[in-house]
């Protein structure tokens, strides 16, 4: 019932940003929050940012505290995220997630129930 697009991925320079964006469709007004997620090839998912829908609180990985900045305007129902001093490591498969349930860790993968197809984000050294 909620469709997620993500966009704005592509190749970089080491130090470099980058801004992701994400639009959700369908039953948007039933959404609770927004994250992102990306994973390396051979690694497992993990949790890059989230935002709460309504009010605004926002998590962050600890390995992306002030790196990145997470965003989402309601009225158009698009999430994204800035990121800056980019490095090889950041390389990965960024995906959107989306979830319309509310008490849960909004951190874990296992809060979401609507991911995008992801955008690939490449950092060269």
């Known amino acids: 019932q909620v469709q997620l697009v993500e966009s704005g991925g592509g190749l970089v320079q080491a130090g470099g940003s980058l801004r992701l964006s994400c639009s959700a469709s369908g039953v948007t007004f039933s959404i609770v929050a927004m994250a992102w997620f990306r994973q390396a090839p051979g690694k497992e998912r993990e949790f890059v940012s989230s935002?709460?829908?309504?009010?605004?609180?926002?998590y962050y990985a600890d390995s992306v505290k002030g790196q990145c900045t997470i965003s989402i305007n309601s009225g158009t129902n698009t999430v994204s995220l800035q990121m800056i001093s980019l490095k090889p490591e950041d390389t990965a498969v960024y995906y959107c997630a989306a979830t319309v349930y509310g008490g849960y860790d909004f951190e874990k993968a296992e809060a979401y129930n609507y991911w995008g197809l992801g955008t690939q984000v490449t950092v060269s050294s």
């Open positions: 935002i709460i829908r309504h009010g605004g609180r926002t």
